[in-house]
């Protein structure tokens, strides 16, 4: 005659409401907001989409409301710059460069907080 046993095993789950996050509509990092919370002290980095080379971060709470002392950041993609500032620009290629800044911070200044 055979005995089966069966050994129990406990499961530890972590339970949590999650947050419901305001996020604006040109957040691209929505999915990652969660799993980052924990890690911001309950902040939310909106990242936006790079145009031209360019993208903006803006900093809120939760709730979408901003966090104060926390303005707008500017980056740059990573191909943007080096090349181009070591190996020196043309005239109209930093101009064009210079559009192309002033183009995202008039665009993340929309969206900041302030300073
Ligand atoms: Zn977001």
Not at 8 to 36: F, G, K, M, R
Not at 66 to 71: A, D, K, S
Request: proline share 6%.
């Amino acid at each position: 005659m055979t005995t089966t046993t069966r050994q129990s095993t406990t499961y530890l789950v972590a339970a949590a409401t999650v947050p419901e996050i305001v996020c604006p509509d040109w957040c691209t990092n929505q999915a990652l907001h969660v799993e980052c919370l924990a890690d911001n002290d309950g902040e939310v980095s909106h990242d936006s989409a790079f145009v031209d080379g360019f993208s903006y971060t803006t900093v809120t709470f939760v709730d979408g409301t901003p966090v104060p002392g926390r303005p707008a950041t500017i980056y740059v993609e990573e191909c943007r710059m080096p090349g181009r500032m070591l190996d020196g620009v043309t005239v109209d290629a930093a101009e064009t460069f210079a559009r192309q800044i002033l183009r995202v911070v008039e665009e993340a200044n929309k969206h900041s907080p302030g300073t």
